[in-house]
């Protein structure tokens, strides 16, 4: 959606050229690849009521908490996770994902809002 909106305005400021048309076709097609890229990408990732997180990207298993930045609001939930590859090893990265509230169910986006809200404690 970004990049259409980028097109439909690029398209009224500059005149149509043979370089503004490979800048808008170029445009395009990174639309295009990011649009199958958030397509087919899958997401798997398990809380449990305490707010320890267990993700899975791939073959690869992450291991972490909800950080006390992530939040919320009426349409969706910014989580910023703290993850590393092992339970043993400390050596943290932060994970960013967005969950959009028609995309879990009501009770699960409580769960993550009540998990928010107790870590800012």
């Known amino acids: 959606m970004f990049y259409s909106i980028v097109i439909f305005f690029a398209f009224f400021v500059t005149p149509l050229t043979l370089l503004s048309s490979i800048f808008y076709l170029l445009l395009f097609l990174i639309a295009l690849y990011a649009a199958k890229k958030a397509y087919l990408q899958s997401l ?5 009521e305490t707010g320890l997180v267990e993700r899975t990207i791939g073959d690869r298993f992450y291991y972490g908490k909800i950080s006390r930045s992530s939040f919320y609001n009426s349409g969706f939930i910014f989580l910023i996770l703290e993850m590393s590859e092992s339970l043993v090893i400390d050596k943290n990265e932060k994970q960013y994902i967005t969950i959009y509230h028609d995309a879990i169910t009501t009770s699960e ?12 404690d």
Do not use: H
């Open 109 to 120: 986006y409580r769960l993550l809002a009540r998990l928010i809200n107790s870590g800012r």
């Open 44 to 48: 798997s990732f398990m809380v449990s």
